[in-house]
């Protein structure tokens, strides 16, 4: 549009602008001569009096940008990062000056600003006010002498303010809300920086959580700033998904809408802002979508309310069609309130109610008149209110289970409980209130609201009284149970899978038990995909969530992820998305990744104190079925620390160690990275004893010793071993070389009756120490796995052929050659498929319950348990077979 257009536009419709333009002509000059650019430098000389020098460059700024954003010469995004910009130059400004007057020699250091609202997703109006705190540091805040530091930081606050809103003759900067602060009522303008962590910590109301995705700092110590935001970081970005988001902030909505109520009905008064279908509800719902999931999707945390918008949506979190409503709704909204505000620099958010006033505004923009305005709107309000209102459902009256036990008993018959009481006896225990995650109203109430749907998710499973049972363990076990209550209220599908998962796998249900947040993970269909590679593992498990993470919080998070992991791959056997041996390679693949990243932060961690060791660098083999790439549900890991390079070389650090003596002080850090239990669980059990020397051995040797030992001194059965090692972390040289060594010592010629004989004492010797737990233990016993294994290895020393880690490829080498049946591949197959699937089911290897039974029959490929159990047998028996052939040499 034609500038000059414009300029005639704003003298007849917007009286601030027309005296801007009367005061500052050199800016409309340098727009219309130079463009944008040069009106906003302009707008930014000039020196002087401080007080005078900010209102000169707001006022300014208001004309360049007001007249560009009419004429069409910038965008929406452009205009608030504008506006944006400009109010933080001018806080700093400010805050420099307060400490100048103040203390000349000291730079702002000690005392931090931060923006919250619309300044901290840099998307300020056009006429706002500026949402601020202010922190400080006891400690480090410069004050006068015998001046306390509360009253030092009261003064440089209050001056700011004063720099920025008192009005003078030549109007105001920015007027100023620091309502935004812990407490406002009570506390001081500017808050000690621990005390106000501390509140959030614990006090905190839950529209301060949305209130700080938007949150930054502006002004100050940088240092202070982000200190302060990183220790509330988990306060913001809960772990577990929060569907409490939805009832909180839509509690706040509905204040809203209540307060102001004039403004909700469309038409002349509406309130764009806080009326229905207005800018602050679009707002709202992408805030609570990132509240739900942003504690467990960094990608999400973006405080730009179009920027996180599109997060949203490609991380499938908002539908492309809900997506695209708020996405043409709320520019237009945003460019109205902008033209109310350019009237007379008031911040309003109300179309007017006289016709003419209305008329005006819609004049400014180009149209017609108010009628236009208004036609212009309302699709826009009308489709942003209606789809706010889905986030509280359509409105129907809650279901409730009845509290009268024969009303509650008949209820639960109903829903497929065979036996109501003891159900019954079950939720009256719950309803007592005796359980911690029980104690609050709005955990009762979350509970209340959650349990219909729990009701009927039960009573429809295999074994309802085992899944209820089991969800007592659960609820017994919750230190508080909120957010897990409304999460399952949120996500019917979600109650299902719990059921299934109560009804069949004891193991998953006590992890479960422990850890209910790691429900959280089954939400997303990615949950029941195949995990990647090793190395997206890795890296998705390495990516850190915050700045400034130490190496305790990164112990959490790897463990954190990887038990999310572990627990949707089990997962997807119980609910049937997963063949058992997919899982169980799933399961090896975790692990080799977690050894990665973990062992990688432990050396950088030791590093710290004790430098590198030159040439030298820590190797690590993996052993038994972390070698053969398949694992269970329940498996620890077997491995061997090793390190290449000279033992005698010495490392460079501050606190300097000979090679082995570093090695063997870094492989317990790694195997207590790998193990020990953490505020976010437990991880792996790791068994070294497979180690040379055994116990009685040191826990890392060189690369070089470990080839003598096993050259020269190892016994048969460490070779057998062997044939199942892979190097799991080193460097591709260090792992390369060792592969070489393993390769070697297994092509050594050997007596094939020695062999024999060796294996078939430590097969006794095992039989002795490690009897059978149950009758579907599937690794002991005559035929089962460890039988098979016995023979497998036996074969592999003795021949020399299938000198390959996995075993469905080692075996399919000796079948190739003669030395082994045909079928044993079949039942190879099968023992592993019922060894996964059972961990899971019935980890005390008794037979599984009757509801199960038919679940673990299709995860092993038969039709019905009666035809797995003849597999089975079928399957020991040419295990047993082959092993009795083969010790026989």
């Excluded at 812990?182 to 808050?191: D, F, M, N």
Aim: some cysteine; charged content about 25%; hydrophobic content about 45%.
């Amino acid at each position: 549009m034609n500038l000059n257009d414009v300029v005639l536009r704003v003298r007849a419709h917007s009286p601030f602008l027309a005296m801007q333009l009367e005061l500052l002509p050199q800016v409309s000059q340098k727009l219309a001569q130079e463009g944008l650019a040069a009106a906003l430098a302009a707008a930014d000389e000039g020196g002087g009096d401080v007080m005078a020098a900010v209102r000169r460059s707001r006022s300014g700024y208001a004309l360049a940008l007001g007249l560009a954003d009419l004429a069409g010469m910038i965008t929406l995004d452009e205009l608030l990062a504008a506006l944006s910009g400009l109010a933080d130059r001018l806080i700093e400004r400010a805050l420099a000056a307060a400490f100048a007057e103040r203390t000349p020699d000291e730079a702002p250091r000690g005392f931090a600003i931060l923006g919250l609202g619309k300044l901290g997703g840099r998307e300020l109006n056009y006429s706002s006010d500026v949402d601020l705190i202010f922190l400080y540091d006891p400690e480090t805040l410069p004050r006068r002498p015998r001046e306390e530091a509360e009253q030092a930081a009261l003064r440089i606050g209050q001056r700011v303010v004063e720099i920025l809103q008192k009005r003078t003759h030549e109007g105001y900067a920015f007027r100023v809300d620091l309502r935004l602060r812990p407490s406002p009522e009570v506390t001081p303008i500017a808050l000690p920086v621990d005390a106000a962590i501390s509140y959030y910590e614990s006090a905190a109301l839950p529209w301060e959580r949305a209130a700080f995705i938007r949150a930054r700092q502006v002004a100050g110590d940088p240092a202070l700033g982000r200190y302060f935001l990183e220790a509330i970081h988990p306060f913001v970005w809960r772990r577990s998904l929060d569907f409490g988001a939805i009832g909180e902030i839509s509690a706040i909505s509905r204040r809203i809408r209540d307060h102001y109520a004039q403004g909700q009905a469309f038409g002349p008064g509406y309130d764009l802002k806080r009326g229905r279908g207005g800018i602050r509800e679009i707002e709202f719902f992408i805030q609570i979508h990132q509240l739900i999931h942003g504690g467990r999707e960094p990608a999400l945390r973006v405080p730009a309310t179009l920027d996180a918008l599109n997060a949203l949506e490609s991380a499938g979190r908002i539908a492309p069609e809900d997506a695209a409503v708020l996405r043409r709704a709320y520019p237009l909204l945003r460019t109205i309130e902008h033209r109310l505000q350019m009237v007379d620099d008031r911040q309003t958010h109300s179309l007017p109610q006289d016709a003419a006033a209305l008329d005006n505004v819609a004049q400014l923009h180009g149209l017609d008149g108010g009628a236009a305005l208004l036609d212009l709107l309302r699709p826009h309000v009308t489709a942003v209110g209606a789809l706010y209102d889905t986030l509280e459902g359509d409105g129907g009256e809650e279901r409730r289970l009845a509290t009268e036990p024969q009303a509650l008993e008949a209820q639960l018959g109903a829903a497929g409980f065979a036996e109501p009481a003891q159900a019954r006896a079950r939720i009256e225990g719950w309803r007592s209130g005796r359980m911690r995650s029980l104690r609050t109203p709005a955990a009762r109430a979350a509970f209340e609201a959650m349990l219909p749907g729990l009701v009927d998710a039960l009573g429809a499973a295999p074994d309802p009284m085992r899944a209820i049972n089991r969800f007592d363990d659960i609820v017994a076990g919750l230190p508080a149970g909120v957010n897990f209550y409304r999460l399952l209220e949120a996500r019917p599908g979600l109650t299902q899978i719990l059921a299934t998962i109560l009804s069949h796998a004891p193991a998953l249900a006590e992890t479960l038990g422990r850890r209910p947040e790691l429900l959280d993970g089954l939400i997303d269909a990615s949950a029941f995909e195949p995990v990647g590679p090793v190395d997206a593992l890795a890296a998705s498990f390495a990516a850190a969530e915050r700045r400034g993470e130490d190496y305790q919080m990164l112990l959490d998070r790897v463990r954190r992820r990887v038990n999310e992991t572990r627990f949707a791959l089990g997962a997807q056997i119980v609910l049937a998305r997963a063949d058992p041996l997919a899982v169980g390679q799933g399961y090896a693949r975790v692990a080799e990744a977690a050894i990665r990243v973990l062992a990688d932060a432990t050396i950088a961690e030791f590093e710290k104190a004790h430098g590198k060791v030159p040439d030298a660098r820590l190797v690590i083999l993996g052993l038994g079925r972390l070698g053969g790439g398949v694992l269970t549900h329940a498996s620890d890991l077997d491995l061997i620390y090793l390190f290449s390079g000279s033992h005698e070389a010495e490392s460079d650090g501050p606190k300097p160690l000979r090679a082995t003596d570093y090695f063997n002080r870094l492989a317990p850090r790694v195997g207590a990275a790998l193990s020990v239990p953490t505020a976010a669980g437990p991880l792996y059990e790791v068994d070294t004893r497979l180690r040379p020397s055994g116990k009685d051995g040191l826990l890392a040797i060189s690369l070089e010793s470990f080839a003598d030992y096993q050259r020269t001194k190892a016994w048969t059965f460490e070779h057998m071993a062997l044939t199942r090692a892979r190097p799991v972390y080193g460097s591709e040289a260090d792992k390369a070389a060792l592969a070489a060594i393993v390769g070697e010592v297994l092509r050594i010629e050997r007596d094939p009756a020695r062999v024999a004989a060796d294996a078939e004492r430590m097969r006794l010797e095992i039989a002795r120490h490690k009897q059978p737990r149950g009758p579907f233990d599937i690794k002991l016993g005559p035929g089962g796995l460890v039988d098979l294994e016995f023979a497998i290895h036996t074969l592999q020393l003795s021949h020399r052929i299938g000198l390959v880690p996995r075993l469905p490829a080692a075996i399919a080498a000796l079948i190739e050659a003669g030395l082994a049946p045909p079928e044993l591949a079949g039942a190879h197959r099968l023992l592993v498929h019922m060894l996964i699937t059972l961990r899971l089911v019935s980890p005390d290897s008794a037979e599984p319950p009757a509801a199960s039974r038919v679940l673990v029959a299709r995860a092993c490929g038969t039709a019905s348990w009666e035809e797995l159990l003849a597999a089975h047998a079928e399957a020991r028996q040419i295990v047993r077979d082959l092993w009795d052939r083969v010790k026989a040499v």
